[in-house]
Structure formats: C-alpha cells, structure tokens
C-alpha cells in the first residue's frame, strides 16, 4: 500500500550554547519511515530524545536540515499547503494551553470551520459542529457558550480531537496527548483513536512515552533514543520481542498492575542529555548493558532483523 507519509533521512540540527562556547546538536538523526493510510504509528521515547522535534517538522513548524518529508496526495495545483493543513491535523499535550480561558471554547470551533469554508452559515456550522463532537463522546449543547475553565482536562482534550476532526484529516499527530489528562479517561481517550482508525480510517502519529497505550493501539511503533530510531516494527514484535538493549529495558518497566513502576522512574540519567547527543559511537552506550568497545568508537547501521528494524552492533555482521 502506498505510504501517507514518507519520512527519508531527516535531519535536525540545532546550534546550542552562547557566542563563546557552541555546540550543534542532531536532534533528530537521518530518521527515515513511512506511516500507510488507516495506520497507527507510534513513535516512544523517553523525554528529548527527538520524538517532537519529528512531529513539528512534519507539521511544517520546524525546516529540516536534511532529508525530505513526502506526503503521498497534494492539493488542487499550487495549493500544497491548503492540502497540508486540512490533511493533516494535530493534538498537543496540554489541552489547557490550547485554548485560551478568556474565550469560549466553541469560537474555536466556529473559527475552524469557518476558516476552511466547512459550512455555508452559522446552522450548517453547527450541525457539523456537533456531529464531530458526538463522535468524541460530547454535543453542541454540553459545549456552547462556555469558557475553558468549566470543562476537565480530559474534556478539553476531547473538544481538541473534534477540532482536528473538523476538517476530515488523513493523519492525525497526536503529541503525548493522554500525559496531562486523569487515569480515569486516559483509556477512553486512546481507544477512541482506536474507532478513528478503525470506523474513519484515519492515521494516526502517536507520540508518547508511555509504552502500556502504544502497546494497546497497535500498529508499528519506531523506539527513539537522541535523535535515532533504535529498533522499529510492529508494535507487538517490538516490545514482546525486543532485540535493541534500550527497547529491552523500556520493555522491563511497561507500567502494569502497579503503575510505580513507570519506565521513567526507572531509568536512570547517567549522563547529560546533551553529552548523549554529542557521543561519536552507539548513543545509548552510556547506559547500556551490552556495551562492547566498539560500540564507544563507531555508531551501529540499523539492519533488518526478523521484519524489524534495529541499530545497533548487536546485530551487525561486521
Ligand atoms: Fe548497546 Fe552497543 Fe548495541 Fe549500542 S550498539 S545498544 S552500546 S550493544
């Protein structure tokens, strides 16, 4: 089937530091995937290790420093970008930042459908209005006239998704999207990605640290360390079967009955972030238990192992 979105060895590179001492960091490192319509892609990752930076080029906020984002479809002649916005939609974190407390949630979806010519008069607008927020599980009624603050996050969050899914879109980006919202609705957030997919046949990038939702949607997943894909596949294989060291000790911490038992707490900071990104061999040599002498000199290729990708010398033959 042919890809959504193609992602072929993209760069990021950002100068860090002031005038007496710079440093450039690869943020994100000749990255290369491709996400199929009515597919699920995961990228995971702990904290800084490129996962964003991925998101925000690919939504256009950030220029790559090398290699090319291709979107299989593109708009009437010289409309790429009116493609790109409406076939494209994203959800961030915090559903609280999104939208502004001095003004009424619905402006924003009035300003959306208005904005895209997605209805002819205030009526059409509403009904429209209402059906995406139906297929979030809230209505017109529940949302009308009313200020950020009379809603929980997790509503908020909710009232985010129908915005983006005003316009239809192919892909849905979704940037950690279940982090900021209670325990209690996260499940029914992630499984309500679930039904896009499967009832709307939507894509969907899903950003996240959190290994136990990426588990249960399903799909492929890329595990991301500084910058690198790590080990990439299907989501089952991938962390039932891990082979790269860094998704094994993901693997070990999948948050299960006892939710201390977060991956995030678990892995310990060794070393500084950016000492990480500046390390010439294998990033994760640091931390991982497998290191071998070579692995300190010399970044693995990522070769193919059982239909998954990994990086690292484990599996190299050279
Ligand atoms: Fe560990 Fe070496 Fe593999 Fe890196 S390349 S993950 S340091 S064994």
């Known amino acids: 089937m042919k890809a959504l979105l193609e992602v072929k060895q993209v760069s990021k590179e950002f100068v860090i530091g002031n005038i007496l001492s710079r440093e450039k960091i690869l943020a994100v490192d ?23 930076t991925m998101a925000r080029m690919i939504l256009g906020f950030e220029e790559p420093t090398a290699g090319e984002i291709m979107y299989s479809k593109e708009g009437p002649k ?11 939609q994203a959800i961030f974190q915090n559903p609280f930042e999104t939208f502004n407390p001095l003004r009424k949630v619905d402006s924003y979806l009035f300003e959306t459908v208005f904005n895209y010519k997605l209805a002819a ?26 200020y950020p603050s009379e809603f929980s996050g997790g509503q908020l969050q909710r009232i985010s998704i129908a915005r983006a899914l005003l316009t239809d879109p192919a892909l849905l980006i979704a940037d950690e999207p279940v982090s900021m919202v209670d325990a209690s609705i996260r499940m029914s957030i992630v499984n ?9 046949g939507m894509s969907i990038l ?22 690198n894909i790590m080990e990439m ?9 891990p082979k790269h060291p860094y998704t094994k000790l993901l693997r070990e911490s999948i948050p299960e009955a006892d939710p201390s038992r977060r991956w995030k707490d678990k892995i310990t900071i060794t070393e500084l972030e950016h000492e990480e990104y500046l390390r010439k061999g294998c990033k994760f040599a640091g931390r991982c238990p497998e290191v071998m002498e070579k692995c300190k000199a010399q970044a693995p ?6 239909d998954v990708y990994v990086k690292c010398h484990l599996y190299c033959s050279a």
């Open 30 to 52: 000749q990255v290369s995937f491709e996400i199929k319509a009515s597919e699920i892609f995961t990228l995971a990752g702990e904290s800084g290790c490129g996962k964003t």
């Open 206 to 227: 899903y950003i996240t640290h959190d290994l136990a939702t990426a588990y249960y949607l399903g799909g492929q997943i890329a595990i991301m360390f500084r910058g």
């Open 78 to 88: 010289g409309e790429k970008k009116v493609w790109f916005t409406q076939g494209f």
């Open 301 to 306: 290729e990522t070769v193919i192992v059982d």
């Open 233 to 241: 596949g299907n989501v089952e294989k991938v962390l039932m079967e």
């Open 121 to 146: 008069d205030r009526d059409e607008a509403i009904g429209l209005i209402d059906s995406k927020l139906r297929s979030v599980g809230l209505s017109y009624d529940e949302v009308s006239g009313k």
């Open 192 to 200: 309500l990605f679930k039904s896009l997919k499967e009832d709307l």
